[in-house]
């Protein structure tokens, strides 16, 4: 079963640019307004893109719940 990432990429500096993308996270304006009314899926892909494409504190939020579940379960 793939994990999917779906924990919302927000590190709180939110500004958009004039492209309409936050500055912080790297999701545009509508992502995030449609972002709970979003499917698992959906919020999995705009995740693997951000993770390809953002620094360093949008890949540590997404990234430490995995790293914290794989320690609990024995898998790290």
């Not at 545009?28 to 360093?56: C, P, V, Y």
Request: hydrophobic fraction near 30%; charged fraction near 30%; aromatic fraction near 2%.
């Amino acid at each position: 079963m793939p994990i999917l990432i779906t924990a919302s990429p927000c590190i709180g500096t939110c500004k958009s640019n004039k492209r309409g993308i936050c500055k912080g996270c790297g999701r545009t304006d509508r992502e995030i307004e449609r972002w709970k009314s979003l499917s698992a899926e959906n919020r999995h892909d705009i995740n693997m893109r951000l993770l390809a494409t953002q620094g360093k504190q949008v890949r540590q939020k997404l990234l430490k719940p995995i790293a914290r579940t794989a320690e609990q379960d024995g898998l790290a």
